[in-house]
């Protein structure tokens, strides 16, 4: 656990670096926003804004900020974590609202190795027993260079898959263009529950003052349905209403006789596709409910077509996320699926951490074991 931040500034001024530390995402130097910029358009995830919220309405007491820069003050990486109640666990800052994470780097800087191996001579320093990051992208750069410090800095490594990602790369700013691509089942059974709606209506909106008329409304919805009620209630409306300023929000509601029936959240950032290095918006599927009632009439289906066309033919975006999951109705409506992986990571230079990894090693042992056993049965 760091104690104060001279200290670990002191500590952290090795090869040319500084590394100092920070118990809020406020006292980051504002030099560093043009890297959190950089890192947003990987996702609104990796957003100054979104770990703001983390902070602010979950992580109050135990934020811990890791950063470097070069001798000249350039950033170069941010860590965004948070500590364990008694401070001898680090993890990731994100939790089950976030569907992805990564360390921020500097695109240009010429050795992130030499980036990572500083960072983890201040890390060790703290003598914490376990340290954890995810969700990630486990075919980036970042995971691999992470996932290799660790271990040459004696941790006892596990790597873990952390959820499914579905995702659609958008070819044409024509809804019709990527909807004749659908399963015909899909498709039949959205027509003919259209036809059997009498009266219904959508609304769809990027407007900060209509999404703040409209959230209690999602909210009602939300309440009613099958999800499970938010730990953090106001962590959800904080983070409408901040991204809705920045007009990144969309809200959709859906109306039977009047009466609210469903509801969706999505973001639309500005980003790239990895793969192409495509610069464009990207559409993130964030939030979807219905009240039970109308589960017969599939408003929550007429709904998210809605919310595609929109997207699609508004915001011209090159990608559509469905963000975590493998749920099986993600299937109806994209292509492609990538996956999100973890790493925990035990200190084996202390006591706590040695017996963590030891009983990691036995258990996964067994587990192979069984395993083959299995397999030769």
């Not at 992130?112 to 500083?118: C, E, I, R, S, T």
């Not at 859906?254 to 918006?281: C, H, M, R």
């Amino acid at each position: 656990m760091i104690a104060d931040n001279s200290y670990k500034t002191q500590l952290g001024q090795l090869d040319s670096y500084h590394i100092k530390t920070y118990h809020s995402i406020h006292d980051i130097p504002e030099a560093f926003n043009s890297l959190f910029e950089l890192s947003s358009k990987r996702s609104f995830f990796c957003s100054r804004e979104w770990f703001t919220l983390l902070e602010e309405n979950i992580y109050q007491d135990s934020v811990l900020i890791f950063t470097i820069a070069s001798s000249k003050g350039r950033p170069l990486l941010i860590l965004p974590c948070y500590e364990s109640s008694d401070g001898r666990h680090l993890h990731s800052l994100a939790n089950y609202y976030s569907s992805f994470y990564m360390p921020m780097v500097a695109s240009e800087h010429s050795q992130p190795a030499a980036l990572f191996d500083a960072l983890f001579k201040t890390i060790n320093a703290c003598q914490y027993h376990l340290v954890s990051f995810q969700p990630m992208d486990n075919m980036s750069s970042e995971y691999s260079f992470l996932l290799s410090t660790l271990k040459n800095n004696a941790y006892y490594t596990e790597p873990f898959f952390t959820f499914g990602n579905w995702f659609e790369k958008i070819q044409s700013c024509v809804f019709t263009d990527y909807y004749q691509q659908r399963s015909s089942k899909l498709k039949n059974t959205i027509r003919r529950k259209e036809k059997k709606l009498s009266d219904y209506e959508i609304k769809i909106t990027s407007d900060y003052d209509e999404i703040k008329q409209l959230l209690p409304e999602y909210q009602k919805i939300y309440s009613s349905s099958w999800k499970v009620e938010e730990d953090y209630p106001l962590f959800i409306e904080n983070m409408v209403l901040t991204f809705a300023k920045m007009g990144q929000l969309r809200i959709g509601l859906a109306y039977i006789d009047k009466v609210p029936a469903a509801a969706q959240l999505w973001f639309v950032s500005k980003g790239f596709v990895d793969s192409e290095k495509k610069a464009g918006n990207i559409a993130s599927i964030y939030k979807l409910a219905y009240d039970p009632q109308f589960k017969s009439t599939s408003i929550g289906s007429i709904l998210t077509a809605a919310m595609f066309a929109s997207v699609i033919e508004k915001d011209n975006v090159i990608e559509i996320d469905y963000l975590t999951g493998d749920d099986a109705y993600k299937k109806d409506w994209m292509g492609q699926r990538r996956e999100r992986w973890g790493i925990v990571a035990y200190n084996k230079k202390t006591l706590r951490g040695m017996m963590l990894a030891i009983k990691r090693t036995i258990i996964n042992a067994l587990k192979k074991s069984r395993l083959y056993q299995w397999s030769r049965a």
